[in-house]
């Protein structure tokens, strides 16, 4: 319960906040890291439609603010996958690095996005193989976080139907 409300508490009152530094009314996009994926052109417009100051703070959104929630929902999402898989765990323990999965992709991504943007600012281009490393490393985040899902969903199934036969088994006899 505490991990949930530190998440919840950092994405509502500290992640969206930052978030507002480098938002572009005009744009659909509000963060690459929220995209499945992305081609160099959605980077480069994405870079073009911000001022220097805006893609600073999107420099340092990446390189501090969502490095750190990262942290938090990983470990939120490990102490969810031990509480639920805690009756199985010596079969199941290893559920607990998939969360860590995620997280280390989301850095990956982070720091490729802050060094694409801070070349963008040096000299208005942005590295193709740097492109691609963020975009790979966006859809293998979001590939490791619905595996994270599912694996949270099986656990809350399997914790109701476990809580039904006790409560059957109590019933019959």
Do not use: C, H
Not at 2 to 15: D, K, M, N, P
Not at 16 to 40: E, I, Q
Not at 127 to 138: D, P
Request: no cysteine.
């Amino acid at each position: 319960m505490l991990a949930t409300s530190v998440f919840a508490a950092y994405l509502v009152f500290v992640l969206t906040n930052k978030g507002t530094a480098f938002a572009d009314a005009g744009s659909s996009v509000k963060s690459l890291g929220t995209s499945m994926g992305f081609g160099r052109a959605e980077i480069l417009a994405f870079l073009a439609a911000r001022s220097e100051p805006i893609i600073i703070a999107y420099i340092e959104f990446n390189q501090v603010w969502d490095t750190l929630f990262g942290l938090i929902y990983g470990l939120m999402y490990v102490v969810w996958v031990s509480v639920l898989f805690k009756p199985y765990s010596r079969k199941v323990g290893i559920l607990n690095l998939l969360p860590f999965g995620q997280v280390i992709f989301d850095w990956i991504e982070n720091f490729s996005l802050s060094a694409l943007s801070s070349q963008y600012l040096a000299d208005g281009s942005i590295s193709s193989s740097m492109a691609l490393l963020a975009s790979t490393s966006s859809a293998i985040k979001w590939g490791f976080s619905l595996l994270v899902y599912v694996v949270i969903l099986v656990g809350i199934v399997m914790r109701i139907v476990g809580a039904v036969k006790r409560r059957s088994q109590r019933i019959t006899r």
